[in-house]
T-cell receptor, first 113, second 113 residues
Framework: DTEVTQTPKHLVMGMTNKKSLKCEQHMGHRAMYWYKQKAKKPPELMFVYSYEKLSINESVPSRFSPECPNSSLLNLHLHALQPEDSALYLC????????????FGDGTRLSIL | DAKTTQPNSMESNEEEPVHLPCNHSTISGTDYIHWYRQLPSQGPEYVIHGLTSNVNNRMASLAIAEDRKSSTLILHRATLRDAAVYYCILRDVGTGTASKLTFGTGTRLQVTL
């Protein structure tokens, strides 16, 4: 069991749908992250939130919209996705945005039809 | 960013020690060496990190070369549960990008009976 909870575990959506991925942690961590992982590839950083403010956006297309409503929650809003966006989306958190270890959830496996 | 080089795959017998190497010849003085692993169908998991001195924790040991151009993750007694992809990652505290975890291709460890 991980301390970072992601829902849903699986999601299938069409290219015109709007959906959201949710991530929650109750460890008091002040930094949260979204990563994308394609099959048989390493995870790639998408966004970093530090103290509830977006601090890093790795040139992610605007069809991915992150949101951090409070220090425990991180959402990723999805709209008009493409088939190549099918991947495992991982959320992580850390005590602060420095070199503290990041704790990962088990991800949401997203399939775009 | 300083890069790391790891073998694509390694094999080990159960209950034998495993030494996973990582080369980082362009490491800077402010780079911390982090190791994560990713078990099948799970998110990455923090293993250990260090700067200059060797480090031990309940999961593994990290041996860092005196010139810091290479390091070795040591699993003292491999079990089937240790079969995973192991990532060696440098995190630079000197440039304000320490929050970014940049995963390489990692080493896939197979453990056999």
């Amino acid at each position: 069991d991980t301390e970072v909870t992601q829902t849903p575990k699986h999601l299938v959506m069409g290219m015109t749908n709007k959906k959201s991925l949710k991530c929650e942690q109750h460890m008091g961590h002040r930094a949260m992250y979204w990563y994308k992982q394609k099959a048989k590839k390493p995870p790639e950083l998408m966004f970093v939130y530090s103290y509830e403010k977006l601090s890093i956006n790795e040139s992610v297309p605007s069809r991915f919209s992150p949101e951090c409503p409070n220090s425990s929650l991180l959402n990723l809003h999805l709209h008009a996705l493409q088939p190549e966006d099918s991947a495992l989306y991982l959320c992580a958190s850390s005590q602060d945005p420095g070199t503290q270890p990041q704790h990962f959830g088990d991800g949401t496996r997203l399939s775009i039809l | 960013d300083a890069k790391t080089t790891q073998p694509n795959s390694m094999e080990s017998n159960e209950e034998e020690p495993v030494h996973l190497p990582c080369n980082h010849s362009t490491i800077s003085g402010t780079d911390y060496i982090h190791w994560y692993r990713q078990l099948p169908s799970q998110g990455p998991e923090y293993v250990i990190h260090g700067l200059t001195s060797n480090v031990n924790n309940r999961m593994a040991s990290l041996a860092i070369a005196e010139d810091r151009k290479s390091s070795t993750l040591i699993l003292h007694r491999a079990t089937l549960r240790d079969a995973a992809v192991y990532y060696c990652i440098l995190r630079d505290v000197g440039t304000g990008t320490a929050s970014k975890l940049t995963f390489g291709t990692g080493t896939r460890l197979q453990v056999t009976l």
